[in-house]
């Protein structure tokens, strides 16, 4: 089991920035890839980045190419996503998640373990 719990969502103004954390206990949590997901009210769970359990190999969707970054600390068993230049499409809840199927993985049921989830919200 790995258990992963989410922090650093919160309001931020369009253009602005945060970073968000990807806390993970239980198991060998570099034997793992990571993603982060968004979902937004009445929209389905959408995919925004992953990481491979090296850190060398990321993978973004297009929307948010050039603003958000995946990147991880395995000796703080943590991954990050810094989000940039946030305009008002962005906002959602944001969810990490854990898989051993390799990186670029981009469907929700590829990933095993999930976290609790973060609000992102950016005003206007």
């Known amino acids: 089991q790995v258990q992963l719990a989410e922090s650093g969502g919160g309001l931020v103004q369009t253009g602005g920035s945060l970073r968000l954390s990807c806390a993970a206990s239980?198991?060998?949590?570099?034997?793992?890839?990571v993603g982060w997901f968004r979902q937004a009210p009445g929209k389905e769970r959408e995919f925004v980045a992953a990481i491979s359990w090296s850190g060398y190999r990321t993978h973004n969707v297009d929307s948010v190419k050039g603003r958000f970054t995946i990147s991880r600390d395995n000796a703080k068993n943590t991954v990050y996503l810094q989000m940039n230049s946030l305009t008002p499409e962005d906002p959602a809840v944001y969810f990490c998640?854990?898989?051993?199927?390799?990186?670029?993985?981009?469907?929700?049921?590829?990933?095993?373990?999930w976290g609790q989830g973060t609000q992102v919200t950016v005003s206007s």
């Open positions: 239980g198991r060998t949590f570099s034997n793992y890839a």
């Open positions: 998640a854990a898989t051993q199927l390799g990186t670029g993985r981009t469907r929700a049921s590829d990933y095993d373990y």
